[in-house]
C-alpha cells in the first residue's frame, strides 16, 4: 500500500500569493524542498491538493495552473524533490462562473481531491498524513481519514491563535513552525510505528 503526505500549496509549500498563477511570482517557503525530499526518501508519495477558486472566477486558466506546478517541480527538482501528483477543485459554489460555478466533493473541506488520489494509489491512511495552512485543509484531512498537521507559514498562526482565543481544543493532530517540522513530525512517527 502507499502511504502519501497531502499538502496544500499556498502558505505551505511556496509564499501565499492572492490568485497566484504566474511561476515569476512562486517563492518556495524555507526548508520546503528539504522537506519533501526527506517524505520521498521516507517512502512517502507526494500529493498536492489545492482549492483554485482563481480559475473559477475567470483569473487564469487551468492551463496556466498546469504551467506554474511543472514550473513548482522544476523548482524542488533542483533540490532533489518532487511533487508526484497535483491535483486541484476549480470550482467555486458563490463566485464561479460558468462551468466552474458549483458547489462539488473536491473543495476542501470536502474529501474529492483525496478520492481522485484514492484512485491512482492504494493508499494507507493510517500511514498517511495532511499538512496545510488553514482550518479547511485539517478538516479536509480529517474528514479523508488520516492525521492532519497545521503549519505556522500562510494563515496557520493566525488559525492556531484564533481557535486558542475561541478556547477551543486543538482542531489539528499536530502544529508544526515549518513543512520541515512537519516532515520530521512524520518521519519519527513511521519509525516509531513501522520501524
Known amino acids: ?33 528539504q ?7 521516507e517512502g512517502f508519495k507526494i500529493a498536492v491538493v489545492t482549492n483554485q ?3 473559477a ?44 460555478k458549483k458547489a462539488c466533493r473536491c473543495r476542501k473541506p470536502g474529501t474529492g481531491m483525496f478520492e481522485m488520489a484514492q484512485e491512482e494509489y492504494d493508499i494507507d491512511k493510517s500511514r498517511s498524513f495532511m499538512i496545510g495552512d488553514k482550518r479547511i485543509d485539517v478538516e479536509a484531512g480529517h474528514n479523508y481519514g488520516v492525521r492532519s498537521i497545521l503549519v505556522s507559514t ?19 493532530d499536530f502544529y508544526a513552525e515549518t513543512l520541515m517540522d512537519a516532515a520530521e513530525f512524520i518521519v519519527r512517527k513511521e519509525r516509531e510505528q513501522h520501524g
Do not use: W
Not at 475567470?58 to 533540490?79: A, P, S
Open 154 to 172: 500562510g494563515y496557520g498562526k493566525m488559525e492556531r491563535e484564533k481557535s486558542r482565543m475561541e478556547g477551543e481544543k486543538p482542531f489539528y
Open 1 to 33: 500500500m502507499d502511504k502519501m503526505v497531502f499538502l496544500d500549496r499556498d502558505g505551505t509549500i511556496n509564499e501565499e500569493v492572492e490568485y497566484l498563477c504566474r511561476p515569476e511570482d512562486l517563492k518556495l517557503l524555507p526548508t520546503v524542498p
Open 57 to 100: 472566477r475567470g483569473y487564469y486558466t487551468v492551463e496556466d495552473m498546469k504551467t506554474l506546478h511543472e514550473y513548482l517541480n522544476r523548482c524542488l527538482e533542483k533540490d532533489g524533490a518532487l511533487v508526484d501528483r497535483f491535483y486541484y477543485c476549480p470550482h467555486h459554489p458563490k463566485h464561479g462562473m460558468g462551468q466552474y
Open 53 to 55: 477558486a482563481g480559475i
Open 35 to 41: 522537506a519533501i525530499r526527506l517524505l520521498r526518501e
